[in-house]
């Protein structure tokens, strides 16, 4: 359901129109120019790579003991969703592809996955400590 989600996401962009594939290595338009859209977009697309990278680390979250081990694997995952996502973004008519939007999306996942290594490692602690006691 999520992937669905993310499809949209991407696609949703194109009802603007389709223009020839292109590429800028900044964000898409000069930032004064943006709108209040684009910018709630972009968020959007931050979170989401953000949750992409937390289910990539849990879903082998407990075979893989740490971040630096996962980080193969998440580098991979997320490089991979964001050039599919950059590569259809290429169409949209105006913007285009970005590289700068690539290497934000990409951080956004590596964040997700470290938080969720930093939740695992604080819930390993306090199941470590002595339960506290019942009345």
């Known amino acids: 359901v999520y992937g669905a989600y993310l499809l949209i996401l991407t696609l949703l962009p194109l009802t603007d129109g389709l223009g020839g594939w292109q590429i800028g290595f900044g964000l898409p338009g000069v930032a004064s120019q943006l ?75 590596l964040y997700g996955g470290w938080l969720y290594y930093l939740q695992r490692r604080h819930v390993l602690q306090l199941l470590a400590e002595d339960p506290p006691t019942t009345l």
């Open 35 to 109: 709108t209040k859209v684009e910018i709630l977009r972009f968020l959007e697309l931050v979170a989401s790579s953000t949750l992409v990278g937390y289910m990539v680390a849990e879903h082998r979250g407990r075979v893989v003991e740490s971040y630096q081990e996962a980080l193969p694997r998440l580098l991979t995952i997320g490089t991979a969703a964001i050039l599919v996502n950059e590569g259809i973004r290429g169409f949209h008519a105006g913007h285009g592809a970005s590289a700068a939007r690539g290497l934000v999306l990409l951080a956004a996942t």
